[in-house]
């Protein structure tokens, strides 16, 4: 009676396969019986009480043990070839995947309903139309599920019941008008790829959310989840429902170390609510109001490192090639696709000694406002404008065209103008990466750059760069594509305002801020 | 910690493609709702009723019920006695329906009945008592829906007093439905033909058919089986090759093979004509839609109970007189939200083509509203050859349903489908919000009356039913919550 | 030969210097139906899986899909690095961090004790190897609780590699007993958790190895951690100890085991506040 017993190194294999592999292997036209097993000691153990010779093996190598028939007749060919088609055969079950399972075509899903009955999910991301976006959320609540509303044009009276019954069954709805969020490292929307860490963000304010998990991604701290509210829910009517509901879930959640609340000045009942329920909660809140007087985005960035422990860095920049321009004062035209971004810029600016700085943004009511009702009426407004900073993003300029972090064109001709203009001294932009964003902005910004300071040799152009390492378009590669350009490059909105300010009034000491 | 904060984040999305893809760039799993709009000026309403906060307990309670109901043969009676109809008085397929508006098949069945209850000479003199609102003697002449009166017919659906009808009930809550007893293919009353023919084989179906079946069916009601459970032949003809709509073979044949001893059984009836009672089984075993007449008022029975639940989008009843198409739904009581009645697309026998047909009639889309006929049509693929299409049509039809309705059921099951339960529960807010209509398997009656049957396909209801049903829904919704 | 198939995957944080790093060569070391696991030579084990609660701490996760089959069948090569592995046919490239679910010390209480044992009550009888394996983690749970944990150790090590399956009862008791009295916060129980994993390499398979280390930091798939949180009175325990009794074969079981092995020697509860939260450390950084 013939045995055989080989070892195959590090070959591990779960015990159902091996099961359904000596099976196999046993059927084989010649062999007696057949156990194929990882070397456990104890597998080791039970072959040598069925008469094998146990052979020198560790628990991550594969032993195959084969008792041969005694028939040679009966089997019709010799020991080497029995073990060899005992072998294949344990090749081919070892290999063996299981089939993809028919080949019939499911019916799509007309509905999030009919979606997540087939199989549930944590999250829904709705982005029908406004007046479509609530039938598909209710359909979420219904199924267990939170939502991301990212439509925007949904009435208050529906956000309003959404967000009731979200929280009465311990789900939440982003938004409407939700265009950022993070859950677990995911990003919704636009957002950036941020590593984990312990903060966590309840966001009223979508490019602000994004600038601030940019800078916590740069200082290493990381970010865990950012839940965006939409721009509606901190006021009275809403009643900070979608935030209350967060900071609930929040405080359960054991990856949350620390939260930060981040919206432009909110209604002042629900922010006492909030803040009373946060410290029934016990929960640590961090308040990054954004306005005027009120600490800017980096700052909050410096405060939260602290608070976690973490050395506030350098923020990242990068120098712009070519000779710096005559230090000479002039106008600054602020250029911006994040609404957020622009409020910041107007706040920041505003304590540089620039005077008043005209918007199409409301900030101070003493300064004047540009006629953004269509891209034409701006270009004349800017035309005989002093300082401006814009929000491209507004509805009145996005009507027909993409949002200008995805569409470019409209921010391009504004800056060609501000070339033209010989009062400007400085152009001031944003550029934000991530998911959802312009895949390579930079390609479309770059030669624009190069072509305005080229037309004028007493511009600046500065540039906040919104982004991380692992973004899509890569950080460093689009950074250093628009420094090459000629463009100061900085991570930092307020610093890249405060640099912009400097040069606009011809401060010579203007390079201070721009780190390595 | 909740699961969205915790878990691993997978992620169904509407809308935006580009939003899709960037999930799916971060490797996350998501899957795509194939997301169109609804009808405009539907909007305000979906929302409504979506919001409304009855609506899925009132859906479970509604559907649960439809699910639970049970249906044994009880009885075979004349409609006189089982409905207490009067002479004058005729039921009809579909919502309510004037002589004037009458469709072509739908006249020729009353004519028909006009003549099978004695009532009038010939057709001239039929047609013209049913035009006159009266009959010869001045008593009036009603026109009044089956589903007024827990009853189903099918194609024109005409009961009238001296016909017998199946009673079927359901033995949990004792509620009782009724329906004709089918006459077969060919020239027959339901198609709206009323030559002498028809007249006589409706006389024989009373004088014979009608008493041997009820002496059967007592005999079977009273032995140890007790009645015949008609839900769970429903059940076994759907894993034989039926949908209970226009495939009713296995059906038929199961129903025989059950009815043939009580029929047999004479010892105690002497008068028993055995060559009667071959007739009986060879008018049975001669025609596959015999079983439908107790399909439907199976179906009936089941969507009665899961009326009435305020605040439930569930559909309880789909049917059609010939020229309206006509819904009810839990929520609303009795009103039919109507529209009219389309054109069926399918084969024709003979001769006859898409000129010949009569609009959509019948009670018997009952049976999708049940969740069989279209909507297992995955289970009886072979229907394709009698409607058209092929056997991928029967599939996708089957797994679209899923899209509009509310459950799938416990015991009525799809074979080819791994056994999945059929679509069950039509809801009326699925429908108007993807556009799928519901899909019913029918038969093409003759658009001149006195034609008889001219072929078999598909139709849908007209998509204004449920749009109408969804306002409906929406204003109570508004009402319930400001009460 | 056509172009490696991208497929973007996401990674635990737990490999973000293995993956970041320099190109190294590894090895498809075990398979099972929905994962597969690759070994360094450097002795990282890196699980390539989709996405569930049962997803090891040191996984790369598919966003959907299927498994690339390279990776599923073991003894085949792989290259693991600079941010991808590549496999014969396919690039799985990383594009997203996640934190892997980590225990956090600090027990509210341990009433959640009896239910696990009443949900394992109805189990079925269990083959030799694997009634040996959790009577020693019941040894060691005393021994640890006693105060002796390097008899604890001795007791556990004896086990490791004991049982059918990737990961052999043995190590699954000691993984579970591990986790729990990290939590509870007992002395000794990170030194016992440090031998645990030193000695793991010779003599348990090597993915079984590595997911052991894993569980002596504190780490495991979220629906184990969960299991823990529940014991100890920080998550609602039917539906968390169900989950975790659920995992394959006797895997779930053999946790279970190993926790009940810690509570048990504790005796009665005793309440005990709720602990301070402490600081995760910030992300590692490429």
Known sequence: ?516 | MTVLLSGPVDVVTAGVEVLAEALEAQAVGVRRVDWRPPPAGTAADVRTVLADRRRAAANATAVSRVAAAGAVLADVRPASEALGIEPGTFFHAGPPLTFERASGPMRGALVAAMLYEHLATDPDDATAQLEAGRLRDGRPIRLEPCHHHGTVGPMAGVVSPGMWVFEIADPGSGRRAFCSLNEGLGKVLRYGAYGPEVIERLRWMSAVLGPLLRRAVRRRAASTSGPLDVRSIIAQMLQMGDEGHNRNRAGTMMLVRELVPELLDAHDDADLSMSDVADVIRFCNGNDHFFLNLVMPACKLALDAGRDVPGSTLVVAMARNGTDFGIQVSGTGDAWFTGPALVPDGLYLGDFGPDDANPDIGDSAITETAGIGGFAMAAAPAITAFIGGDAELALATTRRMYQITLAEHPLLQVPVLGFRGVPLGIDVTAVVRTGVLPQINTGIAGRVAGTGQVGAGLVTPPAECFTAALSRLSTLARRSRTS | MAAPEVVAVAASTVLSDVLTGPRQPARVAGAGDRAGYAVTTGGDVVALTTPSAAVPSCAVVLGGGRLPVEMMVAGRDVVIGEGEIRTAGHRLVVRRWWAPARITPGARSRNAASCLCALMGAGLPVPAPVARARSAGEDAGLALVEGSPAVAAATLLGVLGLGPGLTPSGDDVAAGLVLVARALGVPGAGALAREVAEAAPSRTNAVSAGLLAEAAAGRSAAVVVRAVDALVGRAPAESSLRALLSLGHHSGADLASGMLSVTSALGPNVPTPAGPRILVPTAPRA
């Open chain 1, 1 to 516: 009676m013939g045995t055989h017993v080989q070892v195959l190194r590090g070959r591990y294999h779960d015990s159902v396969t091996l099961l359904a592999t000596s099976r196999a292997v046993a059927s084989v036209a010649g062999v007696g019986s057949a156990q194929v097993a990882m070397a456990t000691p104890l597998n080791l153990e039970v072959l040598e009480s069925m008469g094998f010779t146990a052979p020198a093996a560790s628990p991550d190598d594969l032993v195959v043990a084969l008792r041969l028939d005694d028939d040679l007749l009966h089997r019709g060919t010799d020991d080497e070839g029995v073990v060899a088609a005992a072998m294949a055969a344990m090749e081919a079950a070892l290999t063996r995947r299981p089939s993809s399972g028919g080949g019939a075509v499911e019916e799509p899903d007309r509905t999030t309903a009919a979606a997540l009955r087939r199989a549930a999910a944590p999250l829904v991301l709705v982005s029908v139309p406004g007046e479509h976006a609530a039938a598909e959320a209710w359909d979420a609540l219904d199924a267990g599920s939170s939502v991301m509303l990212f439509s925007d044009n949904v009435a208050v009276a529906d956000e309003v019941a959404l967000k009731r019954e979200a929280a009465r069954r311990g789900l939440l709805v982003m938004g409407p008008d939700c265009g950022t969020a993070v859950v677990g490292g995911v990003g919704l929307g636009f957002a950036n790829a941020v590593r984990p860490g312990p903060v966590s963000l309840v966001a009223a304010s979508g490019t602000g959310a994004q600038h601030l998990m940019c800078l916590l991604d740069a200082a290493g701290v990381g970010v865990r989840h950012c839940l965006g509210l939409g721009g509606r829910d901190l006021s009275a009517d809403v009643g900070g429902l979608a935030a209350a509901q967060s900071l609930r879930m929040l405080a359960d959640d054991d990856g949350t170390e620390l939260v930060v609340l981040v919206s432009k000045p909110a209604d002042g009942a629900v922010v006492e609510r909030l803040a009373s329920l946060a410290s029934e909660l016990r929960l640590t809140v961090e308040w990054a109001v954004l306005g005027a007087g009120r600490p800017d985005l980096t700052e909050v960035a410096s405060t939260l490192c602290d608070r976690v422990g973490s050395a506030v860095p350098t923020w990242p920049s990068w120098r712009p090639a070519g000779t710096p321009a005559p230090s000479t004062a002039g106008l600054l035209r602020g250029l911006y696709s994040g609404g957020t971004l622009c409020d910041e810029a107007l706040a920041v600016g505003s304590l540089a000694g620039l005077g008043p700085i005209a918007s199409n943004v409301a900030f101070d009511p003493g300064w004047p406002r540009l006629d953004a009702s269509g891209p034409r009426a701006l270009a004349a407004s800017l035309a005989d404008a002093g300082h401006a900073m814009v929000d491209l993003g507004d509805d009145t300029l996005t009507r027909g065209r993409a949002h200008p972090m995805i569409d470019p064109s409209l921010r391009l001709e504004a800056l060609a103008d501000a070339a033209a203009d010989p009062r400007v001294r400085v152009v001031l932009l944003d550029v934000v990466l991530g998911h959802g964003s312009h895949p390579d902005p930079a390609a479309e910004l770059a030669p624009a750059v190069s072509a305005a300071l080229k037309e004028s040799d007493a511009l600046d152009v500065v540039l906040c760069l919104v982004g991380t390492a692992d973004d899509p378009q890569g950080t460093t590669g689009q950074a250093e594509v628009l420094a090459a350009a000629g463009a100061h490059v900085l991570a930092s909105n307020a610093q890249a305002t405060r640099l912009a300010a400097a040069l606009a009034s011809g401060t010579p000491a203007a390079g201070a801020e721009e780190g390595s």
